[in-house]
């Protein structure tokens, strides 16, 4: 018998247009009852235009409730730590408001997630090679790097290991000690299966790309990845001992 589901779907957000289409989206794709919200959160730079433009997606989805809040601090992590902090359903997803990810992809995950309410679901861009032929060649090199490092130093066998695109069951979320900053929450999320010995499936997803909005990732974005990686992987080495 499929288990019960209420998905709380988390967009950070600063200025992407595109929210529309990906709210729209999730709502064409999944049935009323397996949404339970839709959490966007914005960021303090965010301008009161498009604040008010997220407060209208209310009007254009009346049958979903949407939440609009700021976040507390500052970055993609603390914007997706604070949406799940605050959700009410039994999984929570995060994705980008830029088509990065594929928001088709949640309903996949629905589905898998009915039939084993316990497993974490994860796309996986790794087993849909093709998607990243658009990807800006200094991300798609770290990536790759980055990918195999953390592989290794974890054991994991997951196929794209810090793609944090994913339908976590809630209790997962709230069981776990995530470093404070929440620089790393998305990281962390990513690596439960392997931190917490969690089960989980993978699924190939497409790898999408921003057509409004301005790319708010630079190298020093990118080399924090490094920072991050190395401090979830001391944490959870003391952990162990």
Known sequence: MDGCLKASVVIPTI???QIKDVIGSIL????????AEIIVVYSKKTTPDFISYLDSLKSMFPKTPIRTEVQPGSGPGDAAFFGCERAVGTHAVILGADMENDPNDICKMAAI????????VKASRRLKKETFENYPKFKKIFNVAFQKLISAAFSSKQTDITYA????????????EFLPDHRAFAIELALLPETKNLPYIEIPSCVGRRT?????TDLKY??????????????????RT
């Not at 064409?28 to 949404?35: K, L, P, Q, R, Y």
């Not at 695109?165 to 776990?176: A, F, G, H, V």
């Not at 990118?222 to 952990?239: C, D, P, V």
């Open 15 to 17: 200025d992407e247009l």
């Open 212 to 216: 409004s909005g301005k790319s708010h």
């Open 113 to 120: 997630a009915k039939k084993d309410p316990d497993v974490i």
């Open 165 to 176: 695109y994913q339908l976590t069951p809630i209790k997962y979320i709230r069981e776990n």
């Open 28 to 35: 064409n794709t999944n049935d009323a009852e397996d949404i």
């Open 222 to 239: 990118y080399m924090g990845y490094l920072i991050t990686g190395a401090g979830i992987y001391i944490k959870s080495r003391r952990h």
